[in-house]
């Protein structure tokens, strides 16, 4: 599916440094600067890619970081969850820093839709846990008058048909091209 952006639309990353200070756990979640808040689109499928990394480095108790991507689409009333993905990173063993991408997906039905993208991220299996969230609202744009796709099952066509004895003959007209006939007699 086609990217939103040419990179990651924004970034999460949870340390863990238990020990070390009352404030060496923290969770970061930020949308990327200069990610474009609404664009023209030429294909109605589109990811959202987020970066998501967990350092775990502590004094004393490992942890994991948990990372959650939601996006949303506003149906006029409400917003309705269309993809939810989540990521938890870390063995509660190890030090070390993890890193892993989470992309959530939508297929446009509408010619402009709003979205809601919602980034979540938290300490897990420490002492003191610390989380963070931000919002990012995109607006897309399709770049052609029609939606969807369909498939043709038959061929449409007419049949007249005149008895015998009349001044009208059988004919058979068959559709090829909106807007153009062939006449078997």
Known sequence: MPKWYSGPIGTMWVFNGQGESPTANFASALFKAGVPVSQVVTN????????VQYDDHPLVGHGRG??????????????LLIDSQSETLGTDNDSGQWGDWITVSVKMAEIVEQYQIRLYCETQDVTISHNDQAFFYPNAIQSFDYLGDFTLDFIPLSIVYSPPGQDMTASLWILLVAGFQQQFE
């Open 44 to 51: 109605p499928n589109i990811d959202f890619d987020v970066w």
């Open 66 to 79: 948990y990372f959650q991507v939601d996006l949303f689409k506003w149906s006029g009333n409400t917003w």
